[in-house]
């Protein structure tokens, strides 16, 4: 049977218990006074479904409040076809196309997409490369700055992302920097590596002294031809290009356009997806289940209006 005929695809009672279930495995607990044992759910015929009451602090709530759906008039089942379809699509899927699939405006399903991408960033601030590991990093260039952000060379006027791949644990990080320098990326690098890592990038010279801070650095010349080093074919930065491939493809066949502002979050997107693939072992439906885990704690409270 297709995970699309689940209940909770289409019951907006059976969308909020599925989603309690994953937010509240212990039995609900109230988002003010996180009191558990003084809560009752909420009957009455007037009452909104999935409503409780805290005794303890006299407020009412549901498993909305303090997650991408509070304040949200969205069905909750049309939110998990959402994060389901987005958490699915390899490349992404555009806000046109979640608005005619899901049947809601345009302004609307964009809304939905950017929280989404919300709970899709990480907390988690493990090193990369711990135990003395290979952690692959390199940048990559898409899409023209707005106007005035960009000076100089043909690629200062470029969008600048670097991200970082941890090959043991198959784990990626990205993230927009304004300047491809040593002292743009040396901090980012630094905070995201352990002492003992090894480095492994091309020959482009800022990564020379950045890689001294780590246990070993090595390179691959791509200026001559070499994208393997034959006497080690474990020196490469193949991982990491075939993360930006992906990306790239999603970014200009599936979103086209980006507003520099919100280019974190795509990046976002394609890791989590990225951290969370099927060869990881994951199915579509764990990976969205895994998105659905995270949308606690990041609602986004300001309001915008599609480009």
């Known amino acids: ?26 039995g609900p607990v109230c988002p003010r006074c996180k009191g558990t044992e003084r809560v009752g759910k909420m009957g009455g015929k007037s009452t909104r479904i999935g409503t409780y009451k805290c005794y303890g602090c006299r407020k009412p709530f549901t498993v909305k409040i303090g997650t991408i759906f509070e304040s949200s008039h969205v069905k909750m089942h049309l939110w998990l076809q959402a994060i389901y379809l987005i958490a699915s699509s390899k490349k992404g ?8 699939t899901l049947g809601v405006t345009l302004k609307t399903a964009w809304f939905m997409s950017h929280r989404i991408r919300e709970a899709m960033k990480s907390d988690a601030l493990t090193p990369f490369g711990s135990g003395g590991g290979l952690v692959e990093a390199d940048e990559t260039y898409m899409g023209k700055l707005p106007p005035g952000l960009g000076k100089g060379p043909h690629l200062s006027k470029k969008r600048k992302i670097l991200a970082l791949v941890d090959r043991e644990t198959k784990q990626a990080r990205s993230v927009v920097v304004d300047k491809v320098s040593i002292k743009t990326l040396k901090p980012i690098i630094d905070s995201n590596l352990s002492r003992e890592a090894q480095l492994m ?6 990564y020379k002294q950045i890689g001294e801070g780590f246990a070993a650095h090595h390179t691959v010349n791509h200026s001559q031809g ?24 999603g970014m200009k066949g599936t979103y086209q356009h980006c507003g520099h502002h919100h280019l974190n979050r795509y990046l976002a997107e394609f ?24 949308v606690v704690g990041k609602r986004l409270t300001y309001q915008t209006v599609a480009p």
């Open 1 to 26: 049977m297709s995970i699309l005929s689940q209940p909770y695809f289409h019951n907006e009672e059976a969308a909020y218990e599925f989603i309690e279930s994953k937010l509240w495995p212990n």
């Open 201 to 206: 990038t091309d020959q482009a010279k800022h």
């Open 226 to 249: 070499e994208y393997v080093n034959k006497q080690n074919p474990v020196l490469h930065t193949n991982t990491v290009e075939n993360y930006f491939s992906v990306f790239k493809r």
């Open 93 to 100: 899927i555009s806000s046109n196309q979640l608005h005619r």
């Open 271 to 294: 890791d989590f997806r990225y951290n969370h693939r099927a060869a990881l072992e994951y199915s579509d439906q764990q990976r969205a289940e895994a998105l659905l885990i995270g």
